[in-house]
């Protein structure tokens, strides 16, 4: 693929085992104009070494891939720096294969019969970070089981968005009682979600939050 880039756009690549599903879905997305479609990959490894050499914001990828299975794919994936974000497909309604892939780093988990319409609304929640599960009960299940499972499974746990807006504004040279004055909270409330903050990161200061806003693009470098 040879995409035009357009600046703001989040940079895409796809990611599945039929030529045809790749080629017509980067059809549709520049059609739609949202997002830049910056390569493709048949395979685990081919995904792996496109996010290491396109670095792109994210990956929709279907998670039945030859030659490296989707989990593996997406846990290598999500060590990279700049780490994208995956969003995954499955054929089927399979939660051992939700769950899997939630475990292993993915944002959103989609069956491959979706609409455009929610496929490309799905993406514009992963490109900001959020998490998107399909099906009418989708944001329960994220709110009751996937967040506290990633929070007990993955080491440190992961942000809340109370914890990415305080990460932020320390990393903008907020004091934590200037973070709290901003967001309204307690002085009390604003260091317990910083030392949450640290632990999670395993930071030993304020340069390592900053590091962490600049990778996620919360701040500018």
């Known amino acids: 693929m040879s995409p035009t880039l357009s600046l703001g756009k989040p940079n895409i690549i796809i990611v599945d085992e039929q030529t045809l599903f790749r080629e017509g879905l980067a059809s549709l997305f520049r059609q739609e104009g949202s997002v830049n479609v910056i390569g493709d990959g048949c395979d685990g490894l081919e995904a792996v070494e496109k996010a290491a050499t396109l670095r792109p914001d994210v990956i929709i990828m279907s998670l ?57 609304f799905a993406l514009s929640k992963v490109a900001k970070g959020e998490f998107y599960l399909a099906g009418p009960g989708g944001n329960d299940v994220i709110a009751e089981y996937v ?22 504004l320390l990393a903008d040279g907020y004091s934590t009682k200037e973070a709290a004055d901003v967001l309204n909270i307690s002085p009390k409330t604003a260091e317990t979600h910083r030392a949450a903050i640290m632990k999670k990161l395993g930071a030993k200061n304020v340069t390592d939050i900053v590091r962490y806003c600049i990778r996620n693009r919360l701040i500018e470098p």
């Open 64 to 120: 039945t891939l030859p030659k490296l299975d989707a989990v593996s794919t997406i846990k290598r994936i999500r060590k990279m720096t700049p780490c994208p974000e995956v969003l995954a497909l499955g054929a089927t309604h399979n939660e051992t294969q939700m769950r899997e892939a939630f475990e292993a780093g993915a944002r959103a988990y989609l069956l491959k019969h979706c609409d455009f319409q929610e496929l490309s």
């Open 147 to 168: 967040r506290p499972l990633l929070e007990n499974t993955r080491p440190g746990g992961i942000m809340t968005q109370r914890e990415r807006e305080i990460a932020k």
